[in-house]
């Protein structure tokens, strides 16, 4: 891997590492969405980075995809949240996640998918077997006495790609597929007092560019090619456009409608286990690169 993309990697961890510093310090009982999610994205750029997808504050029972609306007055109580970030620096990303259990009642579960994290990293080299990583993850949450979820994975990471190949499973499996070097990847461990098993739910706030196709409206041109030059391939939030875009909202509400018609965008619902239940995670990017793995946070 060439040494100035292993250092923009080690920039984005470096970033990552401290934002998240921040958001522990930050996220209290009575914090509002909106408000800390603006002002942990704004660190990533003022500490020379970018987001590389809008924060994530998925609570309790949510497990992924939860940001908040330019709109959204809503505020931490007693809640268990994931806060997943996501810093680029030119292009390169750093994937991140820590669970801050605001309520004080699941340090066990907060526990589980840290100590399983931990765990699955002790396995990690160039030609380690999947399904033994996911086994470990598996098995490390359920000798604390909860699930894995298992339908959530970690995943690789690449130049302004935050997802892809190959998968890392959150349970055993017999995959004997290999990790090869030079490559990134995130290892996210999930644990619940629930099944293990999250289904889509809730109004999306996350997009991502997906394809070019004739638009009818003039608001939707201008919002795809806004996001094209802005964002490019990265995920994004809506109170982006909000807070970036001059467009009435009404025309911002109209535009990006078309664009979900024309699945000129893909939509990132929120992912819920069942009512009631709670999930926590834990992740961390690595980078395998001539027969090392380097930890980036």
């Known amino acids: 891997m060439d040494k100035k993309i292993i250092s923009d990697y080690k920039k984005a961890g470096?970033?990552?590492k401290e934002v998240q510093a921040l958001a522990k310090k930050k996220l209290k009982i009575g914090t509002n969405f909106y408000s800390?999610?603006?002002e942990i994205e704004k660190a990533i750029i003022t500490k020379g980075g970018f987001p590389a997808f809008p924060i994530n504050l998925s609570r309790n029972n949510s497990a992924a995809h939860y940001t908040p609306s330019f709109e959204s007055e809503d505020e931490a109580n007693e809640d268990v949240i994931k806060v997943d970030v996501g810093v680029h620096v030119n292009g390169y990303i750093t994937d991140c996640a820590q669970t801050i259990d605001l309520s004080g009642k699941y340090s066990d579960m907060v526990t589980a998918s840290e100590t399983a994290l931990e765990n699955a990293i002790k396995l990690v080299k160039k030609g380690a077997l999947l399904g033994k990583i996911g086994a470990t993850i598996e098995?490390?949450?359920k000798a604390n006495g909860f699930n894995s979820v298992q339908n959530l994975s970690g995943h690789g990471v690449d130049y302004f790609d935050a997802h892809v190949s190959p998968t890392i499973p959150n349970i055993?499996?017999?995959d004997s597929r290999k990790l090869e070097d030079e490559i990134a990847i995130a290892i996210e461990p999930f644990a619940t007092n629930g099944r293990g098993f999250v289904k889509e739910g809730g109004q999306a706030e996350i997009f991502q560019l997906e394809e070019k196709k004739p638009l009818r409206s003039k608001e939707a041109r201008k919002i795809f090619d806004f996001i094209e030059e802005e964002y490019s391939t990265l995920p994004?939030?809506?109170r982006w456009l909000h807070r970036e875009l001059d467009m009435s909202e009404f025309s911002k509400k109209v535009g990006l409608r078309e664009l979900m018609q024309k699945q000129c965008v893909k939509v990132f619902p929120e992912l819920k286990e069942e009512q009631g239940k709670i999930v926590t995670q834990t992740e961390t990017t690595l980078l395998l690169?001539?027969?090392k793995v380097i930890r980036l946070l």
């Open 14 to 16: 470096e970033i990552a």
């Open 36 to 38: 800390f999610a603006e």
């Open 139 to 141: 098995e490390t949450i």
């Open 172 to 174: 055993g499996s017999e």
């Open 236 to 238: 994004f939030a809506e």
């Open 289 to 291: 690169t001539e027969g």
